[in-house]
């Protein structure tokens, strides 16, 4: 831990570490908190009987561990995305909220990442789904991400640490479970073993692409967008001397910069479309603005430009 603070976070005093009582995250508060002064941040998503009492034992044992403080977090998981999704979205607004400046340290696992990958590739999400998580994705961190889940499983063991066995993580409903029990054991068996860390190594080579293709973009971005009223527009001609791939980026970032939320494919090609197969099509719906009106992509006089109208 020492080594990740030095390379990833230099000059940090303190850190927090989002604590669920299973061995992932057991093993990381004990290595954080023997590191810096740690704070464990467990969130109660009150989704089944006992939470809190798995909650109240999870802050006993950050304690004995030797962090300077330990807090439950409770929060209210709504049903937009599905439940996975909004318990994530609810855990990781507790989290912001709950850690000041501090960086929060996740337990995610190389186990995840090659999930995660997999995830990605059968969602046909492009290469920022299949490039994974990064170790480092301020304010979130992740140290043991090039570590295997029976390592951390093995240091609980060592220590004497009873973790937690969440159910979720073995009902088939869920399908990163199935992921994990069903396809990866599979995979594991058909191309004779290594498969998690191949599926990590292509994570991130994928990533280096992609972060070298995303500072392309910021910088086409930021040498042909005009702030306007209402909305900020770019030169169509800026992005048809494009390679595809930055074009699209760029669509993306500029999507994002004006107030489009939750962009799918489908809808960053659509606005990809006005550029390179314009024909006098309409605008392309990519989100709602902070007034609920819906929010439009559309090109007018060579330019592209984001405006609203009522829902």
């Not at 046909?124 to 992740?142: E, F, K, L, Q, T």
């Amino acid at each position: 831990m020492a080594g990740f603070a030095t390379d990833c976070l230099p000059g940090a005093s303190s850190w927090c570490v989002a604590l669920s009582g299973g061995p992932d995250s057991l093993a990381l508060t004990a290595a954080a908190a023997a590191a810096l002064p740690t704070t464990a941040l467990i969130v109660d998503h009150g989704l089944q009987a006992g939470s809190a009492e798995v909650a109240e034992t999870a802050r006993r044992q950050a304690h004995d561990l030797g962090c300077v403080d330990a807090q439950v977090l409770r929060v209210a998981v709504g049903t937009g995305g599905g439940p996975e999704a909004a318990a994530r979205a609810a855990r990781y607004a507790a989290l912001d909220a709950a850690r000041g400046q501090a960086p929060v340290l996740l337990a995610h696992t190389l186990d995840d990442q090659a999930e995660t990958v997999l995830l990605g590739l059968g969602r046909g999400s492009g290469a920022r789904s299949i490039a994974g998580m990064r170790a480092a994705d301020p304010p979130w961190y992740r140290p043991l991400l090039g570590v295997r889940r029976a390592v951390t499983h093995d240091a609980c063991a060592e220590l004497g640490l009873a973790s937690w066995d969440d159910p979720h993580n073995h009902d088939a409903r869920f399908t990163r479970v199935r992921l994990r029990t069903e396809v990866l054991p599979l995979l594991e068996d058909v191309l004779g073993g290594g498969v998690a860390e191949a599926l990590a190594r292509t994570a991130a080579a994928l990533r280096e692409d992609t972060e070298a293709l995303d500072d392309w973009a910021e910088t086409v971005l930021e040498n042909t967008t005009d702030t306007g009223d209402p909305a900020e527009i770019i030169a169509v001609a800026a992005l048809t001397r494009l390679p595809t791939a930055v074009r699209r980026r760029v669509i993306r970032r500029w999507l994002l910069r004006g107030g489009a939320a939750n962009l799918s494919d489908k809808q960053i090609r659509a606005v990809d479309a006005l550029v390179t197969a314009w024909h006098g099509q309409g605008g392309v719906a990519v989100g709602s603005d902070l007034r609920q009106q819906r929010l439009f992509a559309g090109r007018r006089d060579g330019r592209l430009t984001l405006y609203t109208q009522p829902v």
